[in-house]
């Protein structure tokens, strides 16, 4: 059964898979191998285990990595330094020439078993293909996370264009809306002035019995 799980990593998830990522480095195998184990215990695709390390963990342990690949390095010495001294071990045995009827054949060296078996040769033809494999993928991973890269780059620069022309359009009205209030207001003001120019006040007279009455506009 494939395991998916879609919720997000937690910090705890994150170490449990640097350190086994780390300890697969540091004992010669594969992270492919660690990835796979991480899934396990996370009930993730080992895909997505790998994913995650190329994409957010492993810039964080830069130095962590160096050093597990140097002790992985002197231990690999190490075993290739024994496996030598074993390759050279060799039991050999001196012929007694004391007499010609206590002659003994001479023992022929005998060199210490090789260490190199087709066991040990399938072995490594396997940890070889696992390698390569996780080489590849790794190589996919990091390829598509530069492929989403850049695509977030250009929708990024996409919507940076489109909010420096809205915000000129935003500049463009309200400066057209202040000169818009401007004239209004000019011509509210001119308006109000015509308006007292032509305003005549009335004008009243006496009659003949001593009332003040207006006089019309336009009258003698």
Not at 20 to 27: A, D, G, K, P, Q
Not at 50 to 75: C, S, V
Not at 162 to 171: A, I, K
Request: hydrophobic letters at 35%.
């Amino acid at each position: 059964m494939t395991k998916v799980r879609q919720d997000a990593w937690s910090h705890e998830d994150d170490l449990l898979l640097a350190e086994t990522v780390l300890r697969h480095i540091r004992e010669g195998s594969t992270q492919l191998n660690a990835f796979e184990e991480v899934g396990d215990k996370l009930n993730r695709t080992s895909a997505a285990c790998g994913f995650r390390w190329n994409a957010e963990i492993r810039k964080k342990y830069i130095n962590a990595i160096d050093l597990a690949k140097r002790q992985r390095k002197e231990k690999k010495r190490a075993l290739e330094k024994a496996r030598k001294a074993s390759r050279s071990t060799i039991v050999s045995f001196q012929p007694n020439y004391e007499s010609r009827s206590d002659q003994e054949e001479s023992i022929i060296p005998v060199a210490a078993e090789s260490t190199i078996t087709l066991e040990t040769v399938i072995q490594f033809l396997n940890q070889l293909k696992k390698d390569y494999y996780a080489s590849n993928q790794s190589k996919v991973s990091y390829e598509q996370a530069q492929r989403e890269n850049v695509m977030l780059k250009e929708k990024i620069a996409k919507l940076e264009k489109q909010l420096s022309d809205t915000e000129r359009e935003l500049e463009t009205i309200q400066e057209d809306y202040k000169v818009f209030v401007q004239i209004m207001d000019r011509a509210r003001k001119m308006t109000v002035l015509e308006d007292q120019g032509t305003f005549k006040a009335p004008a009243f007279r006496m009659d003949k019995n001593g009332n003040l009455e207006q006089i019309a506009q336009g009258s003698n």
